[in-house]
């Protein structure tokens, strides 16, 4: 079973300018969430989504960062403007669905450096 | 606001030595899970409990879930040098549909 893809795996920017990450979930998973990881920290949830409607975005700073699940399968994560306490790993996720007990599949994530 | 605090932070200990990390909040959660990360790789499932006082046992490693359903700790018996890496815990809320991830516990296992 292929698992959760993302790309880009890495990438190095500007501070101000623009980034996208995309992630392919695993098929026939519902849900599919965004985290924030900055180094030495675990997992922040930015955005989850059940099929293609958000479930959850409180802690995604809608002034810059914005994501999109059309069609409930793919997803793309931006930013604009990129601010440098944005370096971090953004992991990609999804689950069967969102109810107790379900396992949360991850990608291996993209990092991203501003500079 | 739902917090999950993990101690200790930081552990190196020799290989063949035992040991236990704590994951703690004040919020009750329906289920916790345990992840562990690699580095450069995605946190992956190593169990989870969902009944107050639970515990599960995979090979070397023991998972406790607290009566109040609050609490958790891991315990690694004979630690190995591939047990290395990062040890998360991941509370999902009443509703099920929120998990929250605590910050970890860095774990080096030293040859």
């Known amino acids: 079973e292929a698992g959760v893809a993302q790309s880009p795996r890495y990438k190095i920017i500007e501070k101000r300018q623009s980034v996208a990450f995309w992630c392919n979930p695993i098929?026939?998973?519902?849900?599919l969430y965004w985290y924030q990881q900055i180094l030495g920290q675990g997992p922040k949830l930015l955005i989850q989504?059940?099929?293609?409607?958000?479930?959850?975005d409180s802690q995604l700073p809608k002034d810059r960062f914005s994501a999109e699940r059309l069609k409930g399968v793919d997803s793309t994560l931006k930013i604009q403007p990129a601010k440098l306490e944005d370096s971090a790993v953004y992991l990609c996720?999804?689950?069967?669905?969102?109810?107790?007990?379900?396992?949360?599949?991850f990608g291996e994530g993209s990092w991203l450096t501003v500079v | 606001t739902q917090l999950l605090e993990q101690s200790p932070q930081f552990l190196s200990i020799q290989e063949g030595e035992n040991l236990t990390v704590y994951c703690n909040s004040s919020?009750?959660?329906?289920?916790l899970q345990w992840y562990r990360q690699e580095p450069g790789e995605g946190p992956v499932l190593l169990v989870t409990?969902?009944?107050?006082?639970e515990v599960k046992k995979l090979k070397r490693l023991t998972f406790q879930f607290g009566d109040a359903r609050k609490d958790s700790s891991l315990h690694i018996t004979a630690a190995q040098p591939g047990d290395t890496g990062l040890y998360l815990c991941?509370?999902?809320?009443?509703?099920?549909?929120?998990?929250?991830f605590g910050a970890g516990t860095r774990l080096f296992v030293k040859a």
């Open positions: 409990v969902v009944t107050g006082g």
């Open positions: 919020s009750v959660f329906s289920s």
């Open positions: 996720a999804s689950s069967f669905s969102a109810g107790p007990g379900n396992t949360i599949y």
């Open positions: 991941a509370g999902q809320n009443t509703g099920g549909f929120k998990t929250i």
């Open positions: 098929s026939g998973h519902a849900t």
């Open positions: 989504f059940q099929n293609n409607g958000v479930v959850d």
